[in-house]
C-alpha cells in the first residue's frame, strides 16, 4: 500500500516538473517571438517609409535571415527560423511538422481563431531524439500585400527585384487576414 502511494507521489512530481520545463520553454519560445517580431517589424515599416518598397526588399533579404542567425546565436539551443507554405527564402521550406501546423493554422483561422492566441507547443521524437517545437503564426496585414499581394498589388519594381532575387517565389497572392507563414523554434 505505502509502495503505491510513494509511486503515485513521485509520478505526480515527475508530471509537474515535467510541465513546468514544458511551460518555460513555451514562455521562451514566446518571448524570441516578440523579439523576431520588434527587431524586423519597425526596421521593415522604417525601409517602406524612407525608401520605398524596392529598396526595402533588402531588409527582408539581408535583415531577416540576419535576424533569426542572431536570436539563434542568443538563445541557444533554440534554432530560430520562418515558415511558409508558399515559402519565398531559402530556409522557409516546412518540413513535415511544420506543414501539418501551417495547415492547422489555416484551419483555425478559417474557424474563426484568434490569431494571437494561436501557437503550437510540441515535444516530438524524430529518429528517437526528443525535440521541442514551437510554432506562431504570422498573419497577413495591408502593408505586407505590397511585396505578398496580387500581381496587381505588386508594383513592377518590387516584382522584378522580387524575381531576380527569388526565382522560385510563391509567397504572392495573399490577402489580408490570410496566415502568411510562422515563426518555427525547434531544439
Ligand atoms: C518590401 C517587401 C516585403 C514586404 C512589404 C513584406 N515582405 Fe515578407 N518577405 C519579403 C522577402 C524578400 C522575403 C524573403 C526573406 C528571405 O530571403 O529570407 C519575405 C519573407 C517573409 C516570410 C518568411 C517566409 C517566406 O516565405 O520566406 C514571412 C513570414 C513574411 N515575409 C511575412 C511578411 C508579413 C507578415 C509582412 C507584412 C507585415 C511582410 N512579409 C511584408 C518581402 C516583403
Known amino acids: 500500500m505505502k509502495k503505491f502511494i510513494i509511486a503515485g507521489l513521485l509520478s ?11 511551460s518555460a520553454d513555451q514562455q521562451e519560445a514566446r518571448s524570441i517571438v516578440k523579439e523576431f517580431g520588434g527587431q524586423l517589424v519597425p526596421a521593415l515599416k522604417g525601409a517602406m517609409k524612407s525608401g520605398g518598397p524596392v529598396a526595402a526588399i533588402d531588409v527582408c533579404n539581408t535583415k531577416a535571415p540576419a535576424i533569426a542567425k542572431g536570436l539563434t546565436e542568443k538563445h541557444a539551443p533554440w534554432n530560430v527560423n520562418r515558415v511558409s507554405l508558399k515559402p ?8 513535415a511538422w511544420e506543414t501539418e501546423t501551417l495547415k492547422w493554422f489555416d484551419e483555425q483561422i478559417a474557424a474563426g481563431a484568434d490569431p494571437k492566441k494561436l501557437e503550437k507547443f510540441e515535444i516530438v521524437k524524430v529518429d528517437g531524439k526528443e525535440t521541442t517545437r514551437y510554432m506562431k503564426p504570422v498573419m497577413t496585414g495591408g502593408l505586407c500585400l505590397t511585396c505578398h499581394g496580387t500581381a496587381k ?6 516584382k522584378a ?3 531576380d532575387l527569388y526565382p522560385n517565389d510563391k509567397a504572392i497572392d495573399y490577402s489580408e487576414g490570410q496566415v502568411r507563414g510562422a515563426f ?4
Open 88 to 95: 519565398r527564402g531559402a530556409t522557409a521550406t516546412p518540413d
Open 12 to 22: 505526480s512530481l515527475a508530471f509537474s516538473t515535467q510541465a513546468s520545463e514544458i
Open 161 to 163: 527585384k522580387l524575381a
Open 153 to 158: 498589388q505588386i508594383p513592377e519594381g518590387v
Open 184 to 187: 518555427s523554434f525547434q531544439k
